[in-house]
């Protein structure tokens, strides 16, 4: 499966922004996904996790109760609902699809990244 992520883009710290992963080739069926992030200078660290068909889901501890992964098996997206955005949240974003859960780093799948960045 290839992956296509959007969504990226400026925001001011506080407010939100919705990210959508999509298959580009393939389909998302069955695959656990997963969204990570990668901020300059810093290790590639996990977001947000779903299963297949989405009854399960798991999130780093700096985005609990402010980020939210859901799953549209008919469209075949995974979208990440970013909320009470901080400085700290800026990064390139990445999709990942995985056989299992976690979703873990070293998922076989992978999108090229958007950038988010939040400002002050």
């Known amino acids: 499966v290839q992956l296509q992520a959007s969504g990226g883009g400026l925001v001011q710290a506080g407010g939100s922004l919705r990210l959508s992963c999509a298959a580009s080739e393939g389909t998302l069926s069955y695959y656990y996904m997963g969204w990570f992030r990668q901020a300059p200078g810093k290790e590639r660290e996990f977001v947000a996790g779903?299963?297949?068909?989405?009854?399960?889901?798991n999130y780093g501890d700096s985005v609990k109760g402010r980020f939210t992964i859901s799953r549209d098996n008919v469209r075949h997206t995974v979208d990440l609902q970013m909320n009470s955005l901080k400085l700290e949240d800026t990064a390139i974003y990445y999709c990942?699809?995985?056989?299992?859960?976690?979703?873990?780093?070293?998922?076989?799948?992978w999108g090229p990244g958007t950038l988010v960045t939040v400002s002050s």
């Open positions: 990942a699809a995985d056989r299992a859960m976690p979703v873990s780093r070293s998922a076989p799948f």
């Open positions: 779903i299963s297949w068909p989405g009854r399960n889901k």
